[in-house]
C-alpha cells in the first residue's frame, strides 16, 4: 500500500514562500506523474503543479511564475516551491500520484496540508 504523506503548510505573509514536501512509502520513480491539488474552502480541488516520471511539468496559470514543482528520486519526494504566495493560494494542498495497473491507473492522495497566506 502505497502512503503519501505531505508537509511543510503553515501561515505565510502575502508575497512570502513556502516549500511543500510530499514524501512517498515507496519508489516514485514507478509513477506515471505526481501532481500537487489544492482545495479552498467551498471551492472544488484543482490541479496547481505536476511532475511526470520523465521530468516533464504542468502548472496552473494562476502559479505559473511563482511556483515550482521537482522532485528527489533517490530520497522518494516531490517538493512544491511557492513563492510571492496571495491570500487566494490559501487552501489544503494534497499530493496525488498515479500508477498504471493492468486495464487502469491507481491513484493515490495524502491527507493534505494546510496553507494558509494571511498578514
Known amino acids: 500500500q502505497v502512503q503519501l504523506v505531505e508537509s511543510g503548510g503553515g501561515l505565510v505573509q502575502p508575497g512570502g514562500s513556502l516549500k511543500l514536501s510530499c514524501a512517498a512509502s515507496?519508489?516514485?520513480?514507478?509513477?506515471?506523474?505526481i501532481t500537487w491539488y489544492r482545495q479552498a474552502p467551498g471551492k472544488e480541488r484543482e490541479l496547481v503543479a505536476g511532475i511526470t516520471s520523465g521530468g516533464s511539468t504542468n502548472y496552473a496559470d494562476s502559479v505559473k511564475g511563482r511556483f515550482t514543482i521537482s522532485r528527489d528520486n533517490p530520497k522518494n519526494m516531490v517538493y512544491l516551491q511557492m513563492n510571492s504566495l496571495r491570500p487566494e493560494d490559501t487552501a489544503v494542498y494534497y499530493c496525488n500520484a498515479k500508477r498504471p495497473a493492468t486495464w487502469t491507473t491507481l491513484t493515490y492522495w495524502g491527507q493534505g496540508t494546510q496553507v494558509t497566506v494571511s498578514s
Open positions: 515507496g519508489s516514485i520513480s514507478s509513477f506515471t506523474a
